[in-house]
């Protein structure tokens, strides 16, 4: 008489929609194998199927017991059903293939697509986003949206195959332009620093390159143009509006030219109930004062007309106790 029936492989993993073969071993009860009817059954024939052979069929992802029958006796065979492994993505496409340009405030989504090695599209496939300057441009699930002016690169990753797109950010337009300077008029020789200040629709306000002119080059002309200033040096006496302007808007300042100065300046200092007469040369910046004076008696110097002397008075007590009023010249 069958005294076992066992079914092997005891357990097995299969792919679904795959198929493997059991056999049945029967045996006496003193060990000798036996050869007899078997019938073959699946205990869940949703997720395989056996047939009359021992031939599984797959169908779905589970766990399923498969039983081997003869004699009243049976084996049993458990089948773990994996899923089919997805395709491999071997390469992504965007829905953009050039640089995309964005304003300060502007936001775009693109969409990534997945091909297999034959050139089939794959779908529901997980899509990693990143930005390599999310200050710049930043991106959620393919919707990419301005952050500041500049360049960045959007990266979309399926199963460690990239794609990737240019993006470009571009300044807020410009609203208005003021120049900076504190001096309202040049003297003839003299060279000035003046500064564009640039204020954009986004409320930020900056220093910057602008198209710097002047009305009347004669006056006063360009001399230099830096990123950040524009150096303009006067060249005649009159008057000259000079212009900056960024992108259609323009600013503009009306200067004055003057002749530079030719004279000394004559000065009383008083001090300590005392007066005392000094010179300034107006031509050289690094000069000083020059007492020109002795003691500290002397006041209302005048030059005479040709400026190589100057008349003064000084007021002193003489011994008498009676004052002396004195004109001298020097």
């Given amino acids: 008489p069958l005294a076992t029936v066992a079914a092997s492989p005891v357990a097995q993993s299969l792919i679904a929609g795959g198929q493997v073969t059991l056999e049945a071993q029967q045996k006496a009860a003193d060990g000798d194998d036996l050869e007899r009817t078997i019938s073959w059954t699946s205990e869940d024939g949703s997720k395989a199927t056996v047939s009359s052979s021992g031939v599984v069929t797959a169908l779905a992802v589970g766990e399923v017991g498969i039983r081997a029958t003869s004699e009243g006796k049976f084996g049993r065979a458990v089948l773990t059903i994996l899923p089919v492994p997805p395709i491999p993505v071997a390469e992504v496409r965007l829905s953009v293939d050039a640089e995309i340009v964005l304003e300060c405030d502007g936001i775009t989504s693109i969409a990534p697509k997945p091909y297999d090695a034959q050139g089939n599209e794959l779908i529901d496939r997980?899509?990693?986003?990143?930005?390599?300057?999310?200050?710049?441009?930043?991106?959620?699930?393919?919707?990419?949206?301005?952050?500041?002016?500049?360049?960045?690169?959007?990266?979309?990753?399926?199963?460690?195959?990239?794609?990737s797109v240019g993006v470009r950010v571009n300044q807020a337009p410009v609203v208005a332009v003021f120049i900076e300077a504190n001096t309202t008029g040049l003297e003839?020789?003299?060279?000035?620093?003046?500064?564009?200040?640039?204020?954009?629709?986004?409320?930020?306000?900056?220093?910057?390159?602008?198209?710097?002119?002047?009305?009347?080059?004669?006056?006063?002309?360009?001399?230099?143009?830096?990123?950040?200033?524009?150096?303009?040096?006067?060249?005649?006496?009159?008057?000259?509006?000079?212009?900056?302007?960024?992108?259609?808007?323009?600013?503009?300042?009306?200067?004055?030219?003057?002749?530079?100065?030719?004279?000394?300046?004559?000065?009383?200092?008083?001090?300590?109930?005392?007066?005392?007469?000094?010179?300034?040369?107006?031509?050289?910046?690094?000069?000083?004062?020059?007492?020109?004076?002795?003691?500290?008696?002397?006041?209302?110097?005048?030059?005479?007309?040709?400026?190589?002397?100057?008349?003064?008075?000084?007021?002193?007590?003489?011994?008498?106790?009676?004052?002396?009023?004195?004109?001298?010249?020097?």
Avoid at 126 to 131: E, F, G, T
Avoid at 144 to 149: K, M
Avoid at 205 to 223: C, D, F, H, K, M
């Fill in 126 to 163: 997980h899509v990693q986003w990143s930005s390599n300057r999310p200050s710049v441009a930043a991106v959620v699930n393919g919707t990419i949206e301005a952050q500041s002016p500049g360049t960045a690169t959007i990266t979309a990753t399926v199963e460690g195959i990239v794609a």
């Fill in 188 to 330: 003839v020789g003299e060279s000035f620093v003046f500064a564009a200040r640039i204020e954009r629709a986004n409320g930020e306000r900056l220093y910057g390159p602008a198209n710097w002119t002047s009305s009347v080059p004669g006056v006063a002309r360009i001399e230099h143009i830096d990123v950040l200033y524009s150096v303009v040096e006067a060249v005649g006496e009159g008057t000259f509006t000079l212009g900056a302007s960024v992108d259609g808007k323009s600013a503009s300042l009306a200067l004055t030219v003057t002749a530079k100065p030719t004279h000394d300046l004559i000065y009383n200092r008083w001090k300590d109930g005392g007066s005392e007469i000094f010179v300034l040369s107006t031509l050289n910046a690094s000069e000083v004062p020059v007492k020109i004076n002795a003691g500290n008696v002397s006041r209302e110097a005048s030059p005479s007309p040709d400026g190589t002397q100057l008349v003064f008075a000084s007021r002193r007590r003489i011994p008498r106790r009676e004052r002396c009023r004195t004109i001298s010249t020097s």
